[in-house]
């Protein structure tokens, strides 16, 4: 099977997209670029974690166990294991929230 015509006109839509208008890249656009790609490699490892068992056994990766970081001593003491480890600190306590 030829792919070449298929290349071609990808590449060539990738051209006339580009065509359109020359652009000066800002220090503002590169930290929304710099933004952007940290939230899509937090985006891969949070898909990793859940759906490929990413560093199964891991007490901060494994998602059935590292949830248990936010507490003190789970399941006797449901308390905080530190302050916010429940509330506005809790993507310090495992990786799917990181």
């Not at 248990?68 to 495992?94: E, M, R």
Request: with cysteine.
């Amino acid at each position: 099977m030829n792919r070449f015509p298929a290349f071609f006109f990808f590449l060539c839509l990738s051209v006339t997209a580009h065509a359109q208008k020359w652009y000066k890249i800002t220090k503002n656009d590169i930290a929304v670029m710099s933004l952007q790609a940290a939230s899509g490699v937090a985006d891969g490892y949070n898909q990793a974690i859940v759906h490929h068992k990413f560093k199964k056994g891991s007490q901060f990766w494994d998602n059935k166990i590292s949830w248990q970081n936010k507490y003190k001593c789970f399941p006797h003491d449901k308390s905080p294991a530190y302050f916010g480890s429940k509330s506005i600190l809790v993507w310090t306590t495992d990786g799917f929230h990181l």
